[in-house]
């Protein structure tokens, strides 16, 4: 167990519909990650923020938000869904920018 | 950022030491040598990390080239749980974002 909580485990979707995924960070970890894993991509970073505020910004489409809350936890927004953003997400947490990252157990977004 | 090299997969019999090489000729003087694995159907997790000197943890060992353009992770005594993706990653270390970069890592497979 990594400490870091990702909500739903499982989410079953349409085309068209936007979903809201959570991360729970570990207990005193600023910085969250947000990673997505297809079959046909690998594991690509989506956005990255620490202590609320944007830090980095890789390969994510402008359907997709994020944001961190004061408490830290984060949210992965993403509308407009279509086929191919059926993927794993996962979440990650670590104390400072270039600490040691410790993943969730990710969910699994199915979009049909 | 830097680019490494991995061979898709490999093979090893449980009990055995495992040498898993990585390439990574454009290294920048302050790139850290970072490993993470994922085991089936679970997040990525951290292995270990290194700049220049070899390395060792309760989980593996790193070994670093003298011109840092190639590294071994080693698993001295590979075990089934040990069958997973493992990934070697570089990160800048004047970097001000923790963003990980994923290559498509080396999948082991530990024989009984």
């Known amino acids: 167990d990594s400490g870091v909580t990702q909500t739903p485990k499982h989410l079953i979707t349409a085309t068209g519909q936007r979903v809201t995924l959570r991360c729970s960070p570990r207990?005193?970890?600023?910085?969250v990650y947000w990673y997505q894993q297809s079959l046909d991509q690998g594991l690509q970073f989506l956005i990255q923020?620490?202590?609320?505020?944007?830090?980095a910004k890789g390969n994510i489409l402008e359907r997709f938000s994020a944001q961190q809350f004061p408490d830290l936890h984060s949210e992965l927004n993403l509308s407009s869904l279509e086929l191919g953003d059926s993927a794993l997400y996962f979440c990650?947490?670590?104390?400072?920018?270039?600490?040691?990252?410790?993943f969730g157990p990710g969910t699994r977004l199915t979009v049909l | 950022d830097a680019k490494t090299t991995q061979p898709n997969s490999m093979e090893s019999n449980e009990e055995e030491p495992v040498h898993l090489p990585c390439n990574h000729s454009?290294?920048?003087?302050?790139?850290?040598i970072h490993w993470y694995r994922q085991l089936p159907s679970q997040g990525p997790e951290y292995v270990i990390h290194?700049?220049?000197s070899n390395v060792n943890n309760r989980m593996a060992s790193l070994a670093i080239a003298e011109d840092r353009k190639s590294s071994t992770l080693i698993l001295h005594r590979a075990t089934l749980r040990d069958a997973a993706v493992y990934y070697c990653?570089?990160?800048?270390?004047?970097?001000?974002?923790?963003?990980?970069?994923f290559g498509q890592g080396t999948t082991l497979q530990v024989k009984p």
């Open positions: 990650a947490s670590s104390v400072g920018i270039l600490n040691e990252q410790f």
């Open positions: 290194g700049l220049t």
């Open positions: 207990s005193g970890d600023l910085s």
């Open positions: 923020y620490y202590n609320g505020e944007e830090r």
């Open positions: 990653i570089l990160r800048v270390g004047s970097s001000n974002t923790g963003k990980l970069i």
């Open positions: 454009t290294i920048s003087g302050t790139d850290y």
